[in-house]
């Protein structure tokens, strides 16, 4: 049972380019949730999708970023016209449909450059 | 609005001393609280899960606490080693699943 997939693991932009940020769950889990660590600092709640829903936005910046959950498929953050600030890492974590003990399982990570 | 906080943010050490690690949170409606490590440049590892019911779990030499009413949990690292030198992170989950972080501390062991 493969963990959480993400790719890819490093990626460079220029300046206004787009990225697309990839995160696979593990298998039989359909709630996905995405974080973002800026250099030197913690890690920031994102957006939490199901299948086809988006549950809670309540991390995502109001402008450039979007993400999506489609039935098929993994899962995808966009980020439309990247800036310098958007350097980051980018992680993805998994659950199953219920909570159970809660235990989060994160993918490695894709870390991104814009240049 | 939940914060979670972390004391120190960094800690330094001889090798073989005990170490606590500090976390504190706002809002005590939490499922479970979760301590990780994170290697520099590298993904997270989880360490502990305390569910909001439980007082403490273990492993190896690790321990974490979790006193819900007052907002603290504390990790304890038994006989440190420069294997344990890294980024440990404290976070609380909501009941949706969201985790909300600490800013983590970050130790060094000296051999």
């Known amino acids: 049972n493969a963990g959480v997939m993400q790719n890819p693991r490093h990626l460079v932009r220029r300046r206004g380019q787009e990225a697309r940020l990839r995160c696979s769950p593990m298998k039989g889990h359909s709630h996905v949730y995405w974080y973002r660590q800026l250099p030197e600092e913690g890690l920031k709640f994102m957006v939490y999708l199901q299948k086809e829903n988006i549950i809670d936005e309540s991390g995502m910046p109001k402008e450039r970023f979007s993400a999506e959950f489609p039935k098929e498929g993994p899962s995808i953050l966009r980020i439309q016209q990247v800036v310098r600030g958007d350097s980051a890492a980018y992680f993805c974590?998994?659950?199953?449909?219920?909570?159970?003990?809660?235990?989060?399982?994160f993918g490695q990570g894709t870390r991104l450059t814009v240049v | 609005k939940q914060e979670v906080t972390q004391i120190p943010a960094a800690l330094s050490v001889p090798e073989g001393e005990n170490l606590v690690l500090n976390c504190s949170f706002t809002d005590s409606a939490i499922y479970n609280l979760q301590w990780f490590r994170q290697d520099p440049g590298k993904g997270l590892t989880s360490l502990l899960l305390?569910?909001?019911?439980?007082r403490e779990q273990t492993s190896g030499r690790l321990n974490a606490s979790l006193d819900k009413s007052s907002g603290r949990s504390t990790l304890y690292i038994a006989a440190s080693q420069p294997g344990d030198s890294a980024t440990y992170l404290c976070?609380?989950?909501?009941?949706?699943?969201?985790?909300?972080f600490g800013q983590g501390t970050t130790l060094q062991v000296k051999p």
């Open positions: 976070a609380v989950m909501s009941n949706t699943g969201k985790l909300i």
């Open positions: 974590a998994s659950s199953p449909p219920r909570m159970g003990q809660g235990e989060a399982f």
């Open positions: 305390i569910q909001s019911s439980q």
